[in-house]
């Protein structure tokens, strides 16, 4: 099953590939290269159909938890300032996701959206320690009356061009359910109270919509 977003750039890769292949094998008369090239190609189709692969998740939803929104490798777990919605102090995870991750993003709490604003930006490497605050980025708020107030943050990387955020002011959300698309390897940073219980820990492979990063009770 493949993401909508990326249904357009699936059907003109297959064109291209159709297209290279044909080209290939009316060209190139050397068996070996002729193999070679179209193994190539077909390998590069294998890497896109990947990237926007879209599969169903099955978690445990639990209002006391918040899931991972994505796929990828916890690379951060500190405690911060968030300063542009909080204005105070709150617990920092972050998932970075590489280009042959799952990039469909995922709420990771259920509740109501009171916050949702896009900002331009530049594309420095994901995990730049300014990425989260001069790349282009998208800030959610989500709150529910059992975890409370949760921000994640989607961050373009150095390949990421087009960050896709389905997240409206005051649209009621289920945990787990997409939120949005980042296309090529980025990140996603999770802002959660200060006296949240982590369950996570630094280089931990986490799913999104399924891997819980943080419960509260």
Do not use: C
């Amino acid at each position: 099953m493949f993401h909508k977003e990326g249904h357009k750039i699936v059907m003109i890769t297959i064109a291209l590939v159709v297209i290279a292949i044909m080209s290939i094998d009316y060209f190139v008369s050397i068996e070996w290269l002729r193999t070679t090239l179209m193994l190539i190609v077909v390998a590069f189709f294998i890497i896109i159909l990947q990237f926007f692969r879209n599969p169903k998740r099955i978690g445990t939803l639990h209002d006391h938890h918040a899931l991972s929104p994505v796929d990828g490798k916890v690379v951060v777990i500190e405690e911060v300032f968030e300063k542009e919605f909080f204005k105070d102090k709150r617990i920092q995870v972050s998932v970075f996701m590489s280009p042959i991750n799952v990039h469909v993003t995922r709420y990771p709490i259920g509740g109501k959206v009171v916050f949702s604003k896009y900002h331009p930006g530049k594309f420095l490497v994901a995990w730049h320690p300014k990425a989260s605050e001069e790349n282009e980025r998208t800030t959610v708020v989500v709150e529910n009356e059992f975890f409370g107030k949760v921000l994640y943050r989607q961050i373009a990387g150095a390949l990421a061009k087009r960050i896709v955020n389905y997240a409206i002011a005051n649209d009621d959300v289920k945990q787990g359910a997409d939120s949005g698309f980042i296309k090529f390897g980025s990140r996603v940073d999770l802002f959660l109270p200060l006296d949240s219980d982590i369950k996570v820990v630094l280089n931990q492979k986490v799913k999104g919509g399924v891997s819980v990063i943080a419960e509260r009770k």
